[in-house]
């Protein structure tokens, strides 16, 4: 079983940055991948971005250059920096580990205003 808890969304304006955060309840040293994905209104959940145990990185086109996704195996935690934010960006986010199964965090609301 594996608990994650994210932090760090708010309101902000265009152009501005946000950092996400996501401590998880276990070790996430062998934990395949940790990722991050968001879900707008209306819309299905999309993958933002995901690093796996070895440290490669993957991203949507939408925030390539803009998003950068880290872990903190010592800490179990996972982060989102986030740069350059658009309205399009807004979205509950959520954290993710794949271990067996995908384990979900409750999410966090980012809004970017214009």
């Known amino acids: 079983q594996v608990q994650l808890v994210e932090s760090g969304g708010g309101l902000v304006q265009a152009g501005g940055s946000l950092r996400l955060s996501c401590a998880a309840s276990?070790?996430?040293?062998?934990?395949?991948?940790m990722g991050w994905y968001r879900q707008a209104p209306g819309k299905q959940r999309e993958l933002v971005a995901i690093?796996?145990?070895?440290?490669?990185?993957n991203y949507a086109d939408s925030v390539k250059g803009r998003f950068t996704i880290s872990r903190d195996n010592a800490k179990n935690m996972v982060y989102l920096q986030m740069n350059s934010l658009k309205p399009e960006d807004t979205a509950v986010y959520y954290c993710?580990?794949?271990?067996?199964?995908?384990?979900w965090g409750q999410g966090t609301q980012v809004t970017v205003s214009s």
């Open positions: 993710s580990a794949a271990r067996g199964r995908n384990y």
């Open positions: 276990v070790s996430i040293f062998s934990i395949a991948a």
């Open positions: 690093i796996s145990s070895a440290g490669t990185e």
